[in-house]
């Protein structure tokens, strides 16, 4: 088990959490990018480790929260055709459309099927000449990789019954229209490690120099997390706005080059839309002209889908740090984990969620005296 | 109780190669409609298959029900399904999980049991060699249990219409004498126990369904549960407040189940949790949590604090308790809350899952 007890040693966290609390004489405010941080940071208690004042804002990166409802929609429209095999990753299952969610088409009779890779779906394709099989192609930097590959050996081999929906998203815009937003409060970004493990960490200087933020590249295990805090935290309190790489053992400046040129072949820039948040100019990939044939939108003809969002959802607002979940009027009452309206309480990590599943029952105080009570 | 319950009783896959079948396999390899037709293929199932792997005296009769002595005193009744994929996977098979998981059902409920009741779903073209190991893999857990298979039923279903093999079985048991315990009985400053490892069951069948290889291969827990209870309420009995099996859903759903039908507080701590390191790599891989993943031949303990050490005692003292663990506490403070101190020294919440755990995106 090297390379996980290493990371999760609790006296060393404990070091690092009292250095933060000794450098740390303002409020600040660090928002986490990405979705398994925040799961990391949940699971392990690391915000109850930081002083107060030290608040982590959970960011947009989880992949499963941000896929607009319309592209849901599309998902279950083609996934309950007839003759077609739908692959996706397990945790989008669950995530609801206007509708229903995949579980439910599932069990209406639609071939729907969990895939770890999208290689996989490739080959399903393969043993399954009379299906349509499609894949659903969400995240981020991270799966995009592994996702661009399945498209371009379904190419190779001329499979005309593979294609896949593609709903990527990009870090550095989202970093941006955060940033850019009026009423913004976030103030460091700890910037994603697997995603910067692809992309390299060269987007990011200039989004530094622009909006004066520091921007610390960062891993998943508690160790790694409390060191990106603590770094972005120096540099707040030394007034200071660098680009740092705390994730050094897997991130390179550059990243990994065969990867970013598979990317650049397969996949080109495109406006996305985000759950909660909006449109976001330059935000996501799309196929490029050589890959559209094996675009899942073009080959369903999924034009007529037209989905909007709800306008009582200020998921947008949480994610900036605008707002607490609690103060947006639906918190509980129109949106719940189990009808979620926003990106935030879609997936356990958002913060509506979190805050919806331990906050109603126990306040903070509760929760530190409860260790008092620790067997 | 029975003495016989050692690791080695519990059964690995089946090597179909050396099998042999009772059955005349030369007219029927495989499952056919008129074997749960009532005619002369069903007749020949019962008397060729089912009466040798399980005979009994209330079997035998072949009524159309057994007719049981029980004593006198209270009964404990359970049922449960059995839909298991793959139908053999390493460490046990859906005929062992059927029998044991009803034999667990009734002895964390304070009952010592008795007789199971067995009910086949078959889908036409089940290979009968199969349904012949499964069958003895039933008799011999029920042997191992100490418990008679007394009446059952076969249907067959088409084609396409199930998925090899669903069994039902539902058990009885006499609860013994001068023993209170109950999901509501969970009080402040118990101690809580675990019998052993986290998470064997279901990252068995999670392995073996995505292809996952580890350096040393991990295998069901599925065992009965009933010898090892026996021990602890033969010398603690009074000093238990509350068992249950940590099945669907994992330690984390038995703890927010009990606290909340107890309106008590849980407190665990997690570095005390048993996960063996394979069942923890695979965990890691496909984003689990070992808290949510599925057990089934562990039991939650719920005892007064001072009998706490003896009880533990009792339980590494059994071949299916080496590796028991006390892992937390009863509270008074956030009450129908399960919370947990992480490695790191911090609290979290750990509640019930909406679903099933699905692998993570990232």
Known sequence: MKYLTEFRDGEVAQRIARE??????????????????THSIIKNGIDQMLPPGLEMVHGPGCPVCVTPLELIDKALAIASQPGVMFCSFGDM???????????????????VRVVYSPLDAVDLAVKNPDKQVVFFGVGFETTAPANAMSVHVAKRRGLKNFSMLVSHVLVPPAIEAIMSSPGNQVQAFLAAGHVCSVMGYWEYPPIADKYEIPIVVTGFEPLDLLDGIRRAVLQLEHGEHRVENAYERIVTYAGNLPAQKLLAEVFEITDRAWRGIG??????????????????????????????ESPLCRAGDVLRGVIKPAQCSAFGKECSPRHPLGATMVSSEGACAAYFNYGRFISADQLASAGAARA | MPENLELDAVPGVPDFSGWSCPLPLADYPNIVMGHGGGGRLGNELVEHLFLPAFRNAALENLGDAAVLDLGAGRIAMSTDSFVVQPLFFPGGSIGALAVNGTVNDLAVSGAVPKFLTAGFILEEGFPLSQLAAIVQEMASSAAAAGVQIVTGDTKVVERGHGDGCYINTAGVGVLREGISVGPHRAQPGDAILVSGTLGDHGMAIMSVREGLEFESQIRSDCAALNGLIANVLDVCGQAVHA???????????TLNEIAQASDVGMMIDEPSLPVRPEVQSACELLGFDPVYVANEGKVVFFVAPEAAGDVLAILRAHPLGRDAARIGTVTAEHKRMLVARTAMGANRVISIQIGEQLPRIC
Do not use: H
Request: net charge positive.
């Open chain 2, 243 to 253: 068992m249950r099996d940590p099945t669907r859903g994992g330690l984390a759903s």
């Open chain 1, 20 to 37: 933060i609390r000794q450098i740390t004489t303002k409020p600040w405010k660090i928002m986490e990018v990405c979705g398994g941080q």
């Open chain 1, 279 to 308: 449109v976001i100019p330059r935000s996501g990939w799309r196929l490029s002209p050589a890959y559209r044939d094996f675009d899942a939108e073009e080959r369903f003809q999924l034009s007529n889908i037209r989905t909007v």
């Open chain 1, 93 to 111: 299952l669950r995530v609801p459309g206007t509708e229903c969610d995949l579980f439910q088409v599932k069990g209406r009779g639609g071939d």
